[in-house]
C-alpha cells in the first residue's frame, strides 16, 4: 500500500476558460499557467507520482517546454496513471480539497468527482472533494488544491512490476 499528496496553486486570470478537474466550470476568469492550468488535476498528478517515489509533475512536464502550452492537464494525469500501474500498483481512492473564493464548486460536484473517477478509473464513490473558501487567508485570486491518494498492489502486476518481487 502506498499513500501520496500532491499540492497545487494557480492564480485566477481574466479572459480564459476555468478548468478544474477535467471541466470547464461556467466563470469570468479562469486559472493561469503553463498548461490549461488545472489546479486540480496537477495536485492529483503530483499525489500519484508521489506514491511511487517518481519524479514530479514540474520534472516530467518542465513549464519551460513550449511543447505543454497550454496543454490539457488529462495527459499529465494519464502519464502519471501510467507509471502507477506499470509500477504494480492500482488507485484505491482519491480525497481532495480545494481552496477558492469563487466560483462556488457545490452545483459541479458531482460532474468533477464525475469526471475525475472517469479519468482515474474508478467509481464515483471513491473520489472525496471538498470546497472551501480561503478564509483569512487573503487568498482571493488564487485556486488551491490538495490531494491524497491511496494506492493498493495490483492484482494483475504488469510485466515490469512483477520483475521487482
Ligand atoms: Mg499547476
Given amino acids: 500500500m502506498r499513500i501520496g499528496y500532491g499540492f497545487d496553486s494557480h492564480e485566477f486570470r481574466p479572459g480564459i476558460p476555468l478548468k478544474i478537474g477535467g471541466i470547464t466550470l461556467p466563470h469570468d476568469k479562469g486559472l493561469g499557467g503553463h498548461s490549461d492550468g488545472d489546479v486540480l488535476l496537477h495536485a492529483i498528478t503530483d499525489a500519484l507520482l508521489g506514491a511511487i517515489a517518481a519524479p514530479d509533475i514540474g520534472a516530467l512536464f518542465p513549464p519551460s517546454d513550449p511543447k505543454w502550452k ?39 460536484s458531482v460532474a468533477i468527482r464525475t469526471r475525475v473517477a472517469e479519468l482515474l478509473g474508478l467509481h464515483g464513490d471513491c473520489v472525496g472533494l471538498k470546497a472551501k473558501t480561503p478564509e ?30
Fill in 70 to 108: 497550454g496543454a490539457d492537464s488529462v495527459i499529465f494525469l494519464r502519464e502519471a496513471l501510467k507509471r502507477v500501474r506499470e509500477a504494480g500498483y492500482a488507485v484505491a481512492n482519491v480525497d481532495s480539497s480545494l481552496i477558492l473564493a469563487a466560483p462556488k464548486i457545490g452545483p459541479h
Fill in 136 to 165: 483569512g487567508l487573503n487568498l482571493e485570486n488564487a485556486a488551491i488544491a490538495h490531494v491524497v491518494v491511496l494506492l493498493e498492489k495490483s492484482s494483475r502486476p504488469k510485466k515490469k512490476a512483477s520483475k521487482k518481487k
